[in-house]
């Protein structure tokens, strides 16, 4: 069963290495353990549900309280706590898309908000409910799960919005095809969720972001049914599919989503090498992404990064062994690591293999083989887990992320770090380290993890946050940078989308808002509030 309070399933444990932990310690301090509440406690203060009865929604409190947070840190306070605040009044769980447009026309007749849920993985504030006078329903896509039809010449297959990650690979798999859309939340979030947030998973660089998997399907709006065809390419106006992609339910819900699917490789690994510093990493692998070398996935961990990294990853022994083997192939403290795919047929892995060494022994690196690739494919998924470990032992952590153009990503990178570290508040610091995931010809994502002791109490611990989040999403925006790579921008996000989007296209937003949600029904307060 899934954790009512946390990342997950509850037999799921991924024990800290004391190597790991006592670094973390070091460098900002022994933690403090603040106080969980239990779900009974929870329960207990769930109010009654202000909905009229429907047979599609359930009032139970237990389906209420699982339904009643994402995983962004202001999410794991309040579940740890057990201070909710707000509970959706009913949760309903649709077999099939006529089920999603009755249950939208009954929301519309009777004042009720709704909040569409994928997955529960929203690191944004996409479905927490928001203070409202209206009754509040969450709909959750989770029975919509199945492969629907398979167009195996033209490789488009149509799923329910509500399959997540591996239960959708593992459809295609038995077909012999792979989606390929692999997000560090992959083994919770959802089909509809990837492209309701502009996902983007770890092997884009050979897949594709969202954009290029998603290739039509259907929407249960206010106004009625939305259907988007599946067509290979088209020059006739605007594209519907870009009208919905990021639009965070504010417009309709996904019901059915077509995607497009490769085979199944014949080939996939996964590999690193190491660089003596920053500026010579950074260097290889923008060489390699501009000179289109095509590696499945590519990911540059800056010092610090490499450094943790090891000593969370790695036993002490292997830690020391590699720091020692590193300095004597030129690459001493300071070093950074590069973790590469290469996917597709034996022929294709083998020659991206030998461009990767020629671009890492040009900028005096070396190639460190398979093992530690291996150890990131099989812990890749695990990273959220990590927030349970360190939480037992008094330490919140927390992600953000953007994306610059090259000529900006050391800049911005080094500003993010040192925000977050000026505003840990009451005389603390952070740990900060930061790796580029998603690559591109014109520039990359900074994906920026920080770790902090927690404060005395859980209030006083979500106002440093809080701080350090608004610092860090300030200084982001400053630069030029988006506000989200590959989050979303949900409720947490919002304040800063107009500096990305300017007043103009706020607006434009907003009309195409009202145009299919006059009442604002449909998840208010993601992207924003577009009233009048």
């Known amino acids: 069963m899934r954790r009512w309070n946390g990342w997950g399933e509850e037999d799921q444990h991924f024990p800290l290495k004391e190597t790991g932990l006592a670094y973390i310690r070091g460098q900002i301090g022994a933690g403090r353990i603040l106080p969980d509440a239990s779900l009974q406690t929870v329960l207990s203060s769930v109010p009654p549900s202000r909905l009229p009865p429907h047979p599609l929604v359930s009032q139970d409190p237990d389906k209420r309280v699982r339904h009643a947070r994402g995983q962004s840190l202001p999410d794991w306070y309040a579940m740890r706590s057990g201070h909710f605040e707000r509970f959706p009044d009913g949760v309903a769980e649709p077999t099939d898309t006529q089920q999603v447009q009755t249950l939208l026309q009954w929301a519309q007749d009777q004042g009720v908000k709704v909040i569409p849920y994928g997955g529960g993985t929203s690191v944004a504030g996409h479905i927490t409910p928001p203070a409202s006078t209206q009754p509040i329903v969450t709909v959750s896509m989770a029975r919509m799960n199945r492969l629907i039809s398979l167009d195996k010449t033209s490789q488009i297959a149509r799923f329910g919005a509500g399959t997540a990650g591996p239960e959708l690979e593992r459809q295609l798999a038995a077909h012999g095809y792979v989606l390929g859309h692999f997000p560090q939340s992959f083994e919770l979030s959802t089909l509809g969720g990837w492209v309701a947030s502009r996902s983007s998973g770890q092997q884009s660089m050979r897949y594709g972001r969202i954009e290029q998997l998603f290739a ?132 294709q892995a083998n020659f991206v293999l030998s461009e990767v060494k020629r671009f890492v022994r040009q900028g005096h690196g070396f190639y460190g083989g398979t093992f530690m690739g291996q150890k990131w494919e099989h812990a890749r998924f695990r990273s959220p887990h990590l927030r349970h470990g360190f939480w037992a032992h008094g330490y919140s952590v927390d992600t953000l992320e953007t994306c610059v153009n090259w000529s900006q990503v050391s800049q911005a990178m080094q500003r993010i770090e040192s925000t977050l570290r000026e505003h840990a508040g009451d005389g603390e610091t952070a740990h900060v380290f930061s790796h580029l995931s998603h690559m591109y010809t014109q520039g990359s994502s900074i994906y920026t993890t920080y770790f902090f002791r927690n404060s005395d109490s859980y209030a006083q611990t979500l106002q440093r946050w809080q701080a350090m989040k608004s610092a860090a999403s300030t200084a982001i925006t400053a630069l030029g940078g988006t506000i989200s790579h590959q989050h979303g921008v949900g409720r947490d996000h919002a304040p800063w989308l107009h500096l990305e989007k300017g007043p103009l296209g706020m607006a434009a937003i907003g009309e195409l808002i009202r145009h299919f949600d006059r009442d604002q029904t449909l998840n208010p307060g993601c992207l924003g509030n577009f009233h009048g």
């Not at 290979?232 to 996904?254: H, K, N, T, V, W």
């Open 216 to 347: 039509g399907g259907r929407i249960e709006t206010l106004k009625g049914t939305l259907d988007i065809p599946s067509i290979p390419a088209s020059s006739a106006g605007p594209d519907l599919r870009e009208m919905f992609m990021g639009s965070e339910g504010r417009m309709g819900i996904l019901t059915e989503v077509d995607v497009r699917i490769q085979r199944l490789p014949e080939h996939e690994s996964f590999h690193v090498a190491f660089a003596p510093d920053w500026d010579t990493a950074l260097n290889i692998v923008r060489g390699l992404v501009q000179a289109k070398v095509p590696v499945s996935m590519l990911r540059l961990s800056n010092p610090e990064e490499t450094r943790t990294h090891l000593l969370l990853g790695a036993e002490a022994w292997q830690a020391r062994l590699l720091h020692r083997y590193a300095a004597l192939r030129g690459c001493p403290d300071g070093k950074c690591m590069i973790t590469f795919g290469t996917t597709g047929s034996h022929r």
